[in-house]
Structure formats: structure tokens, C-alpha cells
């Protein structure tokens, strides 16, 4: 085993942790931690995305209530001998798993309308929690019954720093779309038509910034700009690609000196999607890494956003039952080929087939965010409808999930539910 370069307290706050503090924001000027040469592997460790604010309990206020200013608690940043601005960091994922000593489960959640939303925000618009137990890599919960897989691990988010000039962009690009959003919601296609106002994106906020072992003195002035974890971006950031498991190599551009690599927000396992948004099966995890360079790789490669090569660690299912969906909303509002609107209905299609089998549909939407579905852009040309494809393995299920194999007095309980979204 490599030695541990950067080791979490899962006990402990991120803010107040033996170690290193973690960091969650993007930043040039938040100092490496960890020094890394290339070919030389290290392990590095993450808390969960919230820092341990939802706990193995029946308790689904935590997730109503989650603090969203302080997401994700990352690894790092790690700096790599002799990376420089045009790079193409080259991160081999050797291994990771849960921290078994420490912390074996992990959780699920729908976000409150309030408090987050997501992309069936509109259907689902209470906070709800489901706990999933970590045997190995097999997963199971306690609060969605009769279904059991090996999961794809996978870190959710990994990048390196952006250059000043970078965040800079980031910066205006998404303030422009703020802005428009708030002379004219309607001009934001896909945005949730609920009562709730969740953000069309989170401009940089000092509260709840954790600046890893930056100067308390710079790290205020800092976090005014630096730019929040949720959204992926050139430099890789936040992706949720459930294939970046173990074997998996990926190249990131590199925009600072020495790379500052950081890693985080671990999935046991993820549907394409991660349609639930509130998670996919979240855990604090470690990794094992090596890095290497391709040097002036962006020019060379033609490419100024992360390409990878993903492990061919399964699982691997064979049989599927899959669900289309094209650009017609549920009101039967005709849009013009507009995947979101197609994966939507693909999601809702699969979700009510579920409930046929005796889930509730917040136990389907855990199952569609968290199993390893395969969702597809499968026509983006026809006109007026984009199809998008939403493919269930058969696999993961304890029982037969075909067409025309329906038990209907299946009756498979709930998950944790809260009934006032407004806390
Ligand atoms: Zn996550």
C-alpha cells in the first residue's frame, strides 16, 4: 500500500481536522499540501461531499437541511514536480475503497425543493435519505430492498487549479447567466418550474469557504473569487462520470504550476445522471494515484478539457431494461431536440415502471441515481424530438424486472421521507 499523503478524521470537522485542511473551492493561490514526483504512487483520503453532515441514522432533515455553502471537502492540492500551464496531468487511478476502519456506509439523498432542487425537483419536491451498506464493493440499503450490486467506485470530482485568468472567465460566464436568469427566468431552458427558486448556478461566497491551509489573512480576500465546487469545468471539477473507476486514466489540463490536483466527493456507485443530485451512494473513500506528465499535451492533443481512459473494472451487466424518452414535457409542450427534456422523461418512464414492481418513487429515483444505468443520446438530429435512453441492467435486481413478469401485491416499503420541505 502507498503511503497515505493526505488522511482525514472522519470523526472530526473538516475545519477541524488533525491533518491538512481539506479545501472546497477553486482557487491558483490555495497552497499545495502534498508533493507529489511522477511515477511514484501515493494515497490520499477525502471526507464525504458534506463533511459528515448526513450520518448512518433514519434521520432524512439532514439531508432537508444540508448546508450547501460548504460542499465538497477535497484531497490536496497535491503539486506535481514539473508540471506547467499546458500540461496534460495524467492520473492513473490505481485503487480506492471505503475507509473500513473508519466509516462503512454510505447515503443518498433527494434535495428539498428549498434547498438545493435537482433535475425531478418538480416531481420529488421533499428532502429524502436512503443508507447504503458497503460489504466490499456490494451495496444494499436497508431502505430500498431487493436490490444488490457491485458498485463502480469512482471519485465524483477531481481537477486541477485554474490559472487566475480562468476563474476569472468562470467567474463572468456564470454571473452573465445569474443576471439573466433574473430579468427573464423563463429564458433558462430546463431550469425548474416550481414554486422553489433553486440556483441556476452559485457565484463565490466567502460563507462556508474552507481555503485549505491558505493564510487566514488571504484566504477571506480569496474566497470572494474563488469559484465554487459544484458545476464541472475545463479543468475537470465536479463530473460525476461514473466510469472513472478503478484502472481508469485520466488527463487534465494544467493551468497553474505544479498542477494542484485535488480529488473528492466518492461514490460507491452512480447511475449516468446522477439523477437523484443529492448523491449518488456519497462515502469518504481513499485512492491510490500516480501522476505523470505529457508535456505542452493541450497543444499536442488538441484539447483544453480532460480526456480519460476508462478501467475495465465492472461491473459489467449483460441484459437491460431500457426506456426512451424524447423532447415532449410532461405537459406535452412540444421542445426542439433538447436532450434534458428527453433524458427527463426516460427517467420518468423508468420510474413509474418501477412502481409497478411495488417501489415507491423516491426508492426508484435512488435506484436510477445510484445503480450503474446507462444513459444515452441516442438521436440529437430528428426533428423536433431528441431521444434519450435510459438503460436498467437486469442484474442488479433480486427478482425478474422484464416486461410482463409483474408481481402486483410486491410491497417494498419506503426510504426516509421528509413531509415539510420547509424544515
Ligand atoms: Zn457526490
Known amino acids: 500500500m502507498p503511503e497515505v499523503q493526505f488522511e482525514v478524521d472522519v470523526d472530526s470537522p473538516p475545519d477541524e481536522q488533525p491533518g491538512p485542511n481539506p479545501f472546497n473551492r477553486w482557487h491558483p493561490d490555495i497552497p499545495a499540501v502534498v508533493e507529489a514526483d511522477t511515477g511514484e504512487p501515493m494515497r490520499l483520503e477525502a471526507l464525504d461531499w458534506t463533511g459528515g453532515q448526513i450520518g448512518d441514522n433514519d434521520n432524512a432533515n439532514e439531508v432537508r437541511d444540508v448546508d450547501l455553502t460548504q460542499v465538497h471537502y477535497l484531497a490536496g492540492p497535491v503539486r506535481v514536480e514539473g508540471a506547467e500551464p499546458g500540461d496534460l496531468l495524467k492520473v492513473d487511478f490505481l485503487d480506492m475503497g471505503p475507509l473500513n476502519d473508519r466509516s462503512e456506509f454510505g447515503f443518498t439523498g433527494t434535495f428539498s425543493q428549498q434547498n438545493g432542487g435537482g433535475f425531478l425537483t418538480d416531481h420529488f419536491p421533499n428532502a429524502a435519505k436512503s443508507i447504503w451498506d458497503l460489504d466490499g464493493y456490494t451495496v444494499s440499503s436497508r431502505h430500498v430492498p ?64 474552507l481555503m485549505g491551509e491558505m493564510d487566514p ?17 475545463e479543468h475537470g471539477g465536479n463530473h460525476d462520470i461514473k466510469d472513472l473507476s478503478i484502472g481508469s486514466t485520466v488527463y487534465f489540463p494544467v493551468y497553474v504550476d505544479g498542477a494542484k490536483f485535488g480529488v473528492g466527493d466518492f461514490h460507491a456507485s452512480q447511475g449516468d445522471g446522477e439523477i437523484t443530485f443529492c448523491g449518488a451512494i456519497e462515502m469518504a473513500a481513499y485512492i491510490d494515484l500516480e501522476f505523470d506528465l505529457v508535456k505542452d499535451g493541450m497543444e499536442k492533443h488538441g484539447v483544453d478539457h480532460p480526456i480519460f481512459e476508462p478501467g475495465n473494472r465492472g461491473p459489467t451487466f449483460e441484459n437491460f431494461v431500457t426506456f426512451c424518452g424524447y423532447s415532449v414535457t410532461e405537459e406535452g ?38 445503480a450503474p444505468i446507462e444513459g444515452r443520446q441516442s438521436g440529437v438530429v430528428d426533428v423536433p424530438n431528441a431521444c434519450s435512453t435510459l438503460a436498467l441492467p437486469k442484474g442488479i435486481f433480486e427478482f425478474d424486472i422484464s416486461p410482463g413478469n409483474l408481481d402486483e401485491s410486491s410491497d417494498r416499503g419506503d426510504l426516509l421521507v421528509t413531509d415539510d420541505p420547509l424544515g
Not at 463502480?152 to 443576471?179: F, M, T, V, Y
Not at 489573512?217 to 469545468?233: F, G, K, L, S, Y
Open 146 to 209: 431487493d436490490v444488490r450490486y457491485q458498485g463502480k467506485i469512482h471519485p465524483g470530482l477531481a481537477g486541477c487549479a485554474p490559472s487566475q485568468e480562468l476563474l476569472e472567465e468562470w467567474n463572468e460566464r456564470e454571473q452573465e447567466l445569474i443576471d439573466k436568469h433574473e430579468e427573464d427566468p423563463e429564458s433558462i431552458h430546463n431550469h425548474p418550474t416550481g414554486e422553489s427558486n433553486p440556483p441556476v448556478a452559485n457565484p463565490p461566497t466567502t460563507e462556508g469557504a
Open 217 to 233: 489573512e488571504d484566504a477571506e480576500a480569496a474566497a470572494e473569487e474563488a469559484a465554487r465546487t459544484v458545476p464541472p469545468r
Open 333 to 370: 409542450e412540444q421542445h426542439y431536440i433538447d436532450s434534458h427534456v428527453a433524458y427527463r422523461r426516460a427517467s420518468l418512464q423508468a420510474i413509474e415502471y418501477l412502481k409497478k414492481f411495488g417501489y415507491t418513487g423516491q426508492q426508484a429515483l435512488h435506484i436510477l441515481g445510484t
